[in-house]
Nanobody, 121 residues
Framework: VQLQASGGGLVQAGGSLRLSCAASGRTFSTYAMVWFRQAPGKEREFVAGISWGGGSTSYADSVKGRFTISRDNVKNMVDLLMNSLKPEDTAVYYC???????????????RGKGTLVTVSS
């Protein structure tokens, strides 16, 4: 599975962005999909994840209520809608795929290149 994230950019605090992750491969629908982010000088952290069928989602406490993850197994896409953005959301955002039940940064089977999100105050 190859993954390519897009949709990053510069946005003012309080604004919104939608990140998309395009996946190649016929087995996309068998993988849980996860978004991570890494801010300068910080470790990569979990942001949101969605199960292979889309029926289960999980969010980091820092984004709960503001971010929404969704997927389309026909289009092989997973999106992250980010609302009420804050300067502390500034980071490179990565999408990743896992066939397992654990969604940590080291548990992924495939990782894509990131897209930069910058939130100005």
């Amino acid at each position: 599975v190859q993954l390519q994230a897009s949709g990053g950019g510069l946005v003012q605090a309080g604004g919104s962005l939608r990140l998309s992750c395009a996946a190649s491969g016929r087995t996309f629908s068998t993988y849980a999909m996860v978004w991570f982010r890494q801010a300068p000088g910080k470790e990569r952290e979990f942001v949101a994840g969605i199960s292979w069928g889309g029926g289960s989602t999980s969010y980091a406490d820092s984004v709960k209520g503001r971010f929404t993850i969704s997927r389309d197994n026909v289009k092989n896409m997973v999106d992250l809608l980010m609302n009420s953005l804050k300067p502390e959301d500034t980071a490179v955002y990565y999408c990743a795929a896992t066939s397992g039940s654990r969604w940590g940064p080291l548990d992924m089977d495939y990782r894509g290149k990131g897209t930069l999100v910058t939130v100005s105050s």
